[in-house]
């Protein structure tokens, strides 16, 4: 069991950057791959980006590449999201999520948090 708190969301202007942090707690983080996904009114929860147990490995979604960017502090048992360049099109609420492997399907992700409300104004 792993208990996942998300933070650090909240309103910006476009082209604006905002960084999401992941907490957990529970069992040993370094022992799951991360991901970070995201959900709009009425649209399904999308990937974003997942990294590696050890943080090595990353992969992002088509649509944040080169914007957005994944990483992980094991000794703090965090998982990061730093947003750059936001557009409105990226306004949702944000979930992390831990897994056994570095998926793009919210079905392979075993943990989720809470969720955290990311706003983007034109």
């Known amino acids: 069991q792993v208990q996942l708190v998300e933070s650090g969301g909240g309103l910006v202007q476009a082209g604006g950057s905002l960084r999401l942090s992941c907490a957990a707690s529970?069992?040993?983080?370094?022992?799951?791959?991360m991901g970070w996904f995201r959900q709009s009114p009425g649209k399904e929860r999308d990937f974003v980006a997942a990294?590696?147990?050890?943080?090595?490995?990353?992969y992002y979604a088509d649509s944040v590449k080169g914007r957005l960017s994944i990483s992980r502090d094991n000794a703090k048992n965090t998982v990061y999201l730093q947003m750059n360049s936001l557009k409105p099109e990226d306004t949702a609420v944000y979930y992390c999520a831990a897994s056994f492997g570095t998926y793009n399907l919210a079905r392979l992700y075993s943990y989720w948090g809470q969720g955290t409300q990311v706003t983007v104004s034109s």
């Open positions: 990294i590696s147990q050890n943080g090595v490995s990353t």
């Open positions: 529970g069992r040993t983080f370094s022992s799951f791959a």
